[in-house]
């Protein structure tokens, strides 16, 4: 086949494919900001101590990534086979998703916009 083919390129874009666990949430009813805020707080620490920092942390988006953290740990566990002690928080991070556009009607026929923003949220662990 020759080098720019098709399947080829898929053979190789496949091949170099991440086989770390992780769990992403789409259209998540918080703004990648506000996200990013609880993520920091996480980042590169080992599940427990991620547990235990997002269930007394006061923002919603917490409870939010705490749910999703859950789903990456039951991801490896039962998909890789790999010990929920030694895991940790290798990647995690929040991209802005589509915004939903209202209208608040305001005095003398104005309209305010409000911006109901949204975020794709992604956590990846891997083994220490």
């Known amino acids: 086949m020759a080098k720019g083919h098709r399947s080829q390129i898929k053979r190789e874009r496949n ?22 805020f609880v993520l920091d707080a996480i980042r590169g620490k080992d599940v427990q101590t991620a547990l235990g920092i997002l269930a007394y942390n006061p923002r919603y988006a917490s409870t939010v990534i705490e749910k999703l953290l ?37 005095a003398q026929g104005r309209a305010y916009h409000i911006l109901k923003r ?8 891997d083994e220490r």
Do not use: W
């Not at 091949?15 to 990013?36: E, H, I, W």
């Not at 949204?118 to 662990?125: E, N, Q, R």
């Open 15 to 36: 091949a170099n494919a991440d086989t770390r666990p992780s769990a992403k949430l789409s259209f998540a009813r918080v703004s990648s900001q506000k996200a990013c």
């Open 70 to 106: 859950k789903s990456a740990i039951a991801n490896a566990e039962n998909n890789n086979g790999m010990d929920v002690n030694k895991l940790y928080i290798a990647e995690c991070y929040a991209n802005n998703a589509p915004t939903m556009k209202r209208i608040q009607p305001r």
């Open 118 to 125: 949204m975020s794709h949220i992604t956590v990846v662990l």
